[in-house]
């Protein structure tokens, strides 16, 4: 007796997750390299005590929190186990088999996934040139089926974001009936004031929702903790479809005690993006093209050289995260595992013309 499952899913493509090799340095998953703050993991450690009961389902103390620093109701927050869960969410809360969610590519790869998991149609629109969204295409290829629409500010992989007014056009102009998310995962390491914040935008539209998380700038990766800000009646619809008790309790905890040293953690990104800085500019100085970054990572267009880059790379013990035929994505780390990377850049034969080793 066989069990039968959806035949679609074998069509599915699977997460590919950085790798993790012991004794390397991994710049493959946009991590914060050095972790939680004393606080938090101390929060962290006396929640550690009640974990035989459930966790507060709505996860009220944070949503009251998340609620007054944004200045909006409650009752526009909803919390997940990472924001790509809350995509997921978002995708359920909007799309039936009949509907379809818009996209650019490349862009954050669980788009695709979510969309074919919850069973919904999509439609992607290459990058420009220049590894940006293009959102008049992206106007464009909206259909009377498209009902929800994410763009990936600053985007991941290329890191490149959308200025202020190129999204107003375009959220002015998306038909009655299509939502916009906002994904902003990388929000915190935003430093072109052209480039705007999302929250912005949302308090003046009925047609945007803004998702951001906990697992990069805040350093909670591992825990899993994203939020939303949306209309009443969409966060509504996506808490509806939230798995119970998916946010943990020592989630919470840390998300909460994050909260209370954000001036802290708002440094260390200062730090992160001055970084980033540096490495863009050594890249280019090598004859690599980079194109800007807004995000704490950098992005190499180096296209079917993606590959035999990364394999180079990781003969210099650095774990990368390559997009086979696109290019290859660093994140940056702390100085030390930052200049490792970079000589291991400069020792590339391709870089000055040369084949590939």
Known sequence: MTARTRADLESLPGYIPGRSIPGAVKLASNEMSAGPLPSVVAAIRDAAAGVNRYPDNGAGALVDRLAARLDVPPSHISVGAGSVALCQQLVQATCTPTDEVLFAWRSFEAYPIITQVVGAGQRTVPLRSDHSHDLDGMLNAITPV?????????????????????????????????????????????????????????????NVVVLRTFSKAYGLAGLRVGYCAAPEPVAASVNKVFVPFSLNSLAQAAALASLDVEDEMLARCRAVTAERDRVTTELLAMGYPVPRSHANFVWLPLGEQAVVFNEHCLGHKIVIRPFPGDGARITIGDPAENEAFLTAARGWPARRGQPPM
């Open 146 to 206: 498209t009902r929800l629409v994410f763009v990936c500010n600053p985007n991941n992989p290329t890191g490149t974001a959308v200025r202020r007014d190129e999204l107003v056009a375009f959220l002015d102009a998306v038909p009655d009936g299509v939502l916009v998310a906002l994904d902003e995962a990388y929000r915190e390491f935003v430093t072109d004031p052209a480039v705007p914040d999302g929250m912005e935008l949302y308090r003046h539209r009925d």
